[in-house]
């Protein structure tokens, strides 16, 4: 089996604020020495990132030299459209085509910063495009517009011949009541609709989780169109999106996500989402490392084992339960 390829997003290893801390438990970590602590951790290759909030044009030298120093790709640039005012409201959706035309420049800006990297993904995530009250926005508008603001960004990519895939994220609540398009087979939806090979879904396992979905299922729908450009992992109780280590609230489900990657060839990038509140954010990566490796050798062994088989007929649920139980058991 070939080496997972992971991803740390370094929005994650520095001092995180929460609504009820806003000045946060830790230390502010400049972002060149974020991505030094990423580089020395075996097995984590590359890092994900935003514009303009880590990377803009006064340090992206500085970045270029410190992932060549540490052999680290570029794996994910994301344009920064939730925290300033103008986007309080919304972003590629808002119904103010000047916050809609700076969003959609946004998301340009860091496709082309991306270039000079090789960057393959781009997420979008439409944080602050939804609703806290009901009937406060009109949903077909919302998604007239976003549509809209989505087919300029692929223009973009286009005209310009970027190999970048843009990704839609989606989560269904947080910071927003309601985020737009918050579960998986609806952005599927849209990206269905739009329906250029440039666009697609990064399913986020967390915000999966929060949304009651079954995981399994949303993947292979996914692949089934061949839309999985990207992931990111994380795991939590199903009560907020905690963003604590893959694998760590329940392992069993891990196993099970990344049998359903396996079984569908993804080969791309197994981005780390994470969220340290309180601890340490070195922890959190070998963790997560560790447990995305251990269930790997964990799919392995199902393989081996005859999971295919038992999946085949649907009707071996107790088996598979045990097949499950002495595999982790096995490869522990
Ligand atoms: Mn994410």
Not at 187 to 206: Q, R, T, Y
Not at 319 to 329: F, G, H, P, S, T
């Amino acid at each position: 089996m070939a080496e997972l390829k992971i991803a740390m997003g370094i929005w994650g290893n520095t001092n995180l604020a929460d609504r009820f801390n806003v000045d946060g438990f830790g230390d502010f970590v400049p972002v060149l020495d974020r991505i030094k602590q990423v580089g020395e951790i075996e097995g984590i290759d590359g890092f994900e990132l935003h514009l303009p909030t880590e990377i803009n044009e006064s340090n992206a030298d500085d970045v270029e030299r410190v992932a060549n120093d540490y052999g680290l790709q570029m794996v994910q640039l994301c344009g920064h459209t939730w925290t300033e005012r103008q986007y309080k409201f919304g972003a590629l959706a808002d119904s103010d085509p000047k916050v809609r035309a700076n969003a959609v420049a946004r998301v340009k800006a860091a496709l082309d910063m991306g270039v000079r990297f090789n960057v393959p993904i781009s997420v979008l995530w439409p944080a602050t495009d939804g609703n806290d009250f009901p009937l406060q926005v009109d949903y077909v508008a919302l998604y007239d517009r976003y549509v809209d603001s989505v087919r300029r960004i692929l223009e973009h990519i286009h005209r310009n011949s970027y190999t970048t895939k843009l990704c839609i994220e989606p989560k269904p609540f947080e910071p927003r009541s309601w985020i737009m398009m918050g579960t998986t087979a609806q952005a599927l939806c849209i990206v269905n609709e739009v329906d250029d090979p440039s666009f697609g879904m990064n399913l986020d396992v967390g915000h999966s989780l929060i949304a009651r979905e079954n995981i399994e299922d949303q993947l292979s729908l996914i692949c089934r169109y061949d839309r999985l450009y990207h992931t990111h992992f994380n795991d939590n109780d199903q009560q907020c999106d905690a963003d604590q280590p893959p694998g760590t609230v329940n392992f069993i489900r891990l196993v099970s996500i990344m049998y359903v990657l396996d079984q569908h060839g993804y080969d791309g990038w197994y981005g780390l989402d994470l969220f340290p509140y309180r601890d340490d954010p070195v922890k959190f990566m070998e963790i997560s490392r560790d447990n995305l490796r251990l269930a790997k050798r964990v799919v392995g062994l199902l393989n081996e084992k005859g999971a295919r088989d038992l999946r085949a007929a649907g009707t071996y649920g107790p088996e598979m339960a045990v097949l499950m139980r002495d595999c982790i058991r096995a490869v522990s």
